[in-house]
C-alpha cells in the first residue's frame, strides 16, 4: 500500500513564495504520474499541476508562470514551488500518484496554504 505524506504548507504574505513536498512510500510500486489538486472553501476542487512520468507539466491558468511542478523519481516525491503567491490561491492542497499495474490513484493528507493580503 502507497502512503503520500505532505508538507510545506503555512501562512504567507502576498507575493511570497512556498515549497509543497509530496513523498510517497510504503510498497515498491512505480507510480506514472503525480500532481496537486486544491479545494477552498465554497469552491470545487481544481487541478493546479500534473506531472507525467516523461516529466511532462501542465498547469491551471490560474498558476501558470508563477507554480512550478516537480520529481524526483528515485525518491518517489513531488515538489510544487509556488512563487508570487495571491490571497487566492489560498487553499487545502491535496497531492496524488497515480500507477497503471495495478490501476490507482493515492491522495495525500491534504496541506493547508494560506496568503494574507
Known amino acids: 500500500q502507497v502512503q503520500l505524506v505532505e508538507s510545506g504548507g503555512g501562512l504567507v504574505q502576498a507575493g511570497g513564495s512556498l515549497r509543497l513536498s509530496c513523498a510517497a512510500s510504503?510498497?515498491?510500486?512505480?507510480?506514472?504520474?503525480m500532481g496537486w489538486y486544491r479545494q477552498a472553501p465554497g469552491k470545487q476542487r481544481e487541478l493546479v499541476a500534473t506531472?507525467?512520468?516523461?516529466?511532462?507539466?501542465n498547469y491551471a491558468d490560474s498558476v501558470k508562470g508563477r507554480f512550478t511542478i516537480s520529481r524526483d523519481s528515485a525518491k518517489n516525491t513531488q515538489y510544487l514551488q509556488m512563487d508570487s503567491l495571491k490571497p487566492e490561491d489560498t487553499a487545502v492542497y491535496y497531492c496524488?500518484?497515480?500507477?497503471?499495474?495495478?490501476?490507482?490513484?493515492?491522495w495525500g493528507q491534504g496541506t493547508q496554504v494560506t496568503v494574507s493580503s
Open positions: 496524488y500518484a497515480r500507477t497503471i499495474v495495478p490501476s490507482y490513484t493515492y
Open positions: 510504503g510498497s515498491i510500486v512505480r507510480i506514472n504520474s
Open positions: 506531472i507525467s512520468s516523461g516529466a511532462n507539466t
